[in-house]
T-cell receptor
Framework: DTGVSQNPRHKITKRGQNVTFRCDPI?????LYWYRQTLGQGPEFLTY????????KSRLLSDRFSAERPKGSFSTLEIQRTEQGDSAMYLC?????????????FGDGTRLSIL | AQTVTQSQPEMSVQEAETVTLSCTYD???????LFWYKQPPSRQMILVIR??????QNATENRFSVNFQKAAKSFSLKISDSQLGDTAMYFC????????????FGKGTKLSVKP
């Protein structure tokens, strides 16, 4: 169990640029979640995959955001035309399929800073 | 709407003493799970303890225990024999509904353990 891995750890970009983050879940986990965490707040749910299927998207996920999990393994989260308000920590988590008691395992996150 | 409330933004405790962090939630579900997560400074979020709502017995994990009051929708975390390594943000979390298991987090309590 190598844990959930996220890259990059930090991303600094200018407003209006596109950014892409990657998440590698724990290998046997078929559920993968993306959350956003701003300073002083708890994580907020963005979207969720079961295998390669994106099953749920939060209203927080505007049309500038897109997430994929093409082969049911790693996932990418892309933000197009970044805005100041996108500055946050983006967390990825994975879990086994099952009832809602399955604990989610989190990565270290990608901290995005928009200049 | 399902909500999670942590009313203590910051707390401090002396090493070796006991501290209790509070959490209240609102849900119309009958069977569900509740979680406490710990997020140390600049480190990944890890699961501390979970409670199954249909179990009357409070969950315990070493120095960590919960006081679960289902009727009051209260889920507090007690840390006994506090250690310096317990210094972290603590988040109460609750599944967002259905079978997806995406978590709704409280705003967190920043706990400082002082030597």
């Amino acid at each position: 169990d190598t844990g959930v891995s996220q890259n990059p750890r930090h991303k600094i970009t200018k407003r209006g640029q596109n950014v892409t983050f990657r998440c590698d879940p724990i290998s046997e986990h078929n559920r993968l979640y993306w959350y956003r965490q701003t300073l002083g707040q708890g994580p907020e749910f963005l979207t969720y995959f079961q295998n390669e299927a994106q099953l749920e998207k939060s209203r927080l996920l505007s049309d500038r955001f897109s997430a994929e999990r093409p082969k049911g393994s790693f996932s990418t989260l892309e933000i197009q035309r970044t805005e100041q308000g996108d500055s946050a920590m983006y967390l990825c988590a994975s879990s086994l399929q099952g009832a809602s008691n399955q604990p989610q395992h989190f990565g270290d996150g990608t901290r995005l800073s928009i200049l | 709407a399902q909500t999670v409330t942590q009313s203590q933004p910051e707390m401090s405790v002396q090493e070796a003493e006991t501290v209790t962090l509070s959490c209240t939630y609102d849900t119309s579900e009958n069977n569900y799970y509740l979680f406490w997560y710990k997020q140390p400074p600049s480190r990944q979020m890890i699961l501390v303890i979970r409670q199954e709502a249909y179990k009357q017995q409070n969950a315990t994990e070493n120095r960590f225990s919960v006081n679960f009051q289902k009727a009051a929708k209260s889920f507090s975390l007690k840390i006994s024999d506090s250690q310096l390594g317990d210094t972290a943000m603590y988040f109460c979390a609750f599944p967002g509904g259905g079978s997806q298991g995406n978590l709704i987090f409280g705003k967190g309590t920043k706990l400082s353990v002082k030597p």
